[in-house]
């Protein structure tokens, strides 16, 4: 077509090339970095259960990094995470540990501290703590969740140590559809437990996206000349970034914009950028969607040797002898 456009798309972004007049006009289509993150998380839901409580109670358990989110329907309690510095939920809070390896919760009343106390299973995963006689003063839906992505130590790097929401009905609604499709054996379960869980992950990042939310991808995106710059980095991870590049679109000096990045995101912005490269990579390889040349030049390597030195300090393996690793694995 003489003088017209001719359309393609290059790293989320699509490019349009008149013809006629020689220029490049790039229209982004808005890539989110939040839904990148969750798809290749493969999030999944293990188990959602009810647990009712009354009097003082108190239980720990170690879970070896499995993501646990809880939503608070009646009463309080206190949650600790891997001895960190304990936090106060209370009815219509929600909460969100993408990987946890101790967690101990309480009732505010005098439970002795790691004293563990009567935890009696009711059937149709419902369960009682504490007092197992009379009225019952607290209510919680909680539930284990599960990442099918072999790179979910990587992904979840990206994410806030602890998503702690206070007040938003829309999480508590999609708890509450967990557990029902959890207890119920429907057509398609699987499907749309996946899919409800990749809404639940979504709704609770960006409902902490603001100046209080904890270090990570949320924080980012929340500061808008940040999240410009964040938003770059996914459009186009094959470009050859530099700092000096991500400051000037973020609109900042090089300086005000390492110290602003590495203070919201948790990580250095190069850090950011060789994380999401790398998960791109093993996808890439995990799914044998081209060579290792052809995978360097789409995450921003000129060369595939450079790119095999990075993958190996990276991931611990060539890409090659990762790859077949993960396609034996899949045939298993």
């Not at 304990?86 to 009815?91: D, F, G, N, T």
């Amino acid at each position: 077509m003489v003088g017209g456009d001719v359309g393609m798309i290059d790293g989320g972004c699509r490019t349009r090339y008149n013809q006629k007049s020689g220029f490049h006009l790039r229209e982004s289509t808005m890539i989110d970095p939040f839904t990148e993150v969750v798809t290749l998380l493969q999030p999944g839901a293990r188990f959602s259960k009810t647990v009712l409580g009354a009097g003082p109670w108190a239980f720990h358990r170690s879970d070896e990094g499995q993501p646990l989110y809880c939503v608070i329907l009646e009463g309080e309690c206190s949650l600790t995470v891997d001895g960190q510095a304990p936090i106060m939920l209370r009815s219509g809070d929600f909460a969100l540990v993408p990987s946890v390896y101790d967690v101990a919760m309480s009732s505010l009343e005098s439970a002795q501290a790691g004293a563990e106390t009567l935890h009696v299973e009711l059937g149709a995963g419902r369960f009682r703590i504490g007092r197992q006689d009379g009225p019952t003063d607290f209510c919680m839906l909680a539930g284990h969740c599960s990442f099918g992505s072999p790179d979910a130590a990587l992904l979840v790097s990206l994410l806030p140590q602890l998503v702690h929401v206070r007040g938003e009905p829309r999480l508590t609604t999609l708890v509450q559809l967990v557990g029902e499709e959890m207890r119920e054996q429907r057509p398609a379960r699987e499907v749309v437990l996946a899919r409800l869980m990749e809404v639940l992950l979504i709704e609770a990042l960006r409902s902490t996206a603001g100046t209080a939310s904890p270090p990570g991808l949320a924080h980012g995106l929340a500061d808008c000349r940040l999240a410009a710059s964040i938003r770059a980095m996914h459009e186009r991870p094959m470009y050859s970034w530099t700092v000096a590049e991500l400051a000037k679109e973020a609109a900042l000096s090089r300086s005000a914009f390492f110290e602003r990045f590495s203070r919201a995101v948790g990580m250095a912005p190069m850090e950011y950028l060789l994380t999401w490269r790398m998960a791109i990579a093993k996808d890439l390889l995990r799914r044998d969607q081209g060579s290792v040349a052809e995978i360097a030049e789409r995450v921003g390597y000129s060369s595939a040797s450079t790119f095999s030195v990075a993958f190996a300090r990276h991931v611990g393996m060539a890409p090659t002898k990762y790859a077949k690793a993960q396609q034996a694995q899949a045939m298993v």
